[in-house]
């Protein structure tokens, strides 16, 4: 029988999404739907009306589980929470398969590189932050370097808007890393730490989303970028956030919910942001409008040169009761293991940035309804 089989590592919002963009794919005959709430996977394959699905109880942090359930596939999608994702590489290199995962906020992407040698010495590919930012990102901003004859300064934004308020699109851990970690930036050719959602920026998405208040946040592109992109000076991320949330974070992190220790309960070790994270589920509504922002400037044939990509505004599906985040994450995924099957991916831990031919990705997204624009501004004198 042609074509492959996958193994979906965590099915939380993002796993579900991949999980059924992959069963309308040709090419895969099987997909691995493995998660530790194995009643919440049977129930909701059970909606799909696919034999392609097959779901699996799984714990990622026990190794020779995980890496038995990877060696029944041909290639692993890691959907789980990023700070699992060591666990993952462990597994992957036990049950010796290509793996992408979905980023790791920084300072856990630093923790993946480290495995760079080993991953390549097992003759094994990482594609590693393979989602929308980190992801997409990273590839927009490879097609742009690649027009440029130098390149100076690179800027990426996320905003988003409409929908409830009140709902977080993704993991309220990693959102509340994002609130309180120290942000990361390239300035002057070396990295800098910024105090989380500082450094307000009033930028513009192309309407209905219009002008949004972005923040710099702690984020995966910034582990890469510097090191992957040659000359390059200056390096930003930021994101939009809704300023009405900031005395929630602000009450939970002197509370002390945000903190990771353990924490006495009636004899109970409780993590209280583990605690907080179980408790509020990630919820977008589908009519959230989200957009993609990337920023290239430079030199070409003597002249400076702006490249600007947007991706969207696009929203995300109310059929599948899927955000906008989920969908450009998982799209971004499924985008990514085009490129880690037809072998576009260096060996080793390879952000999406070293991906050989980064249109491939793009036209993923296209094929998908994802929009995606490009604006260039040459600079010269009249």
């Not at 793996?99 to 991953?119: A, P, Q």
């Not at 929630?248 to 993590?271: A, M, N, P, Q």
């Amino acid at each position: 029988m042609s074509g492959y089989d996958v193994l979906v590592l965590g099915v939380g919002n993002v796993g579900r999404v991949i999980i059924r963009d992959l069963i309308q794919d040709r090419n895969v005959n099987r997909i691995y739907a493995v998660d530790y709430n194995i009643k919440s996977v049977e129930d909701f394959a059970s909606t799909l009306e696919s034999e392609k699905v097959i779901p699996l109880k799984g714990d990622v942090r026990d190794i020779d589980l995980t890496a038995s359930q990877m060696s029944k596939a041909d290639y692993i999608i890691n959907a789980s929470w990023y700070e699992f994702n060591i666990h993952a590489i462990k597994a992957m290199l036990k049950a010796k398969r290509d793996m992408l995962d979905l980023g790791g906020l920084y300072w856990m992407t630093r923790k993946e590189l480290e495995w760079d040698e080993e991953v390549r010495k097992a003759g094994l590919t990482l594609l590693l932050g393979a989602g929308d930012d980190p992801g997409t990102s990273n590839i927009l901003v490879r097609y742009g370097v690649d027009k440029l004859d130098s390149v100076d300064e690179i800027h990426i934004r996320w905003g988003s808007k409409g929908g409830e308020e009140d709902a977080f699109g993704f993991s309220v851990v990693t959102i509340m890393d994002e609130a309180t970690m120290d942000a990361v930036m390239y300035i002057d050719g070396r990295l800098v730490k910024v105090p989380p959602l500082s450094h307000k920026e009033v930028t513009w998405f192309p309407e209905p989303i219009g002008y949004l208040n972005t923040y710099a946040i702690i984020h995966s592109e910034l582990a890469t970028l510097p090191y992957t992109i040659k000359g390059v000076k200056t390096i930003t991320y930021k994101d939009s956030w809704d300023e009405s949330i900031f005395p929630i974070i602000d009450f939970l992190r002197k509370t002390g919910l945000t903190s990771r220790e353990e924490v006495d309960v009636l004899g109970v070790k409780v993590s209280p942001l583990r605690l907080v994270g179980t408790l509020i589920k990630p919820k977008e509504d589908p009519a959230t409008l989200g957009a993609l922002k990337v920023v290239v400037k430079g030199v070409k044939d003597g002249e400076e040169v702006r490249y600007t990509y947007i991706l969207g505004p696009t929203s995300g599906k109310a059929e599948w009761g899927a955000g906008v985040t989920a969908v450009t994450t998982a799209f971004g995924a499924v985008a990514g293991l085009k490129c880690l099957v037809e072998g576009l991916v260096p060996k080793g831990v390879s952000p999406p940035e070293l991906i050989e031919k980064p249109r491939v990705w793009i036209d993923e997204l296209i094929k998908r309804g994802i929009p995606i624009m490009e604006i260039e501004e040459r600079v010269k004198p009249l």
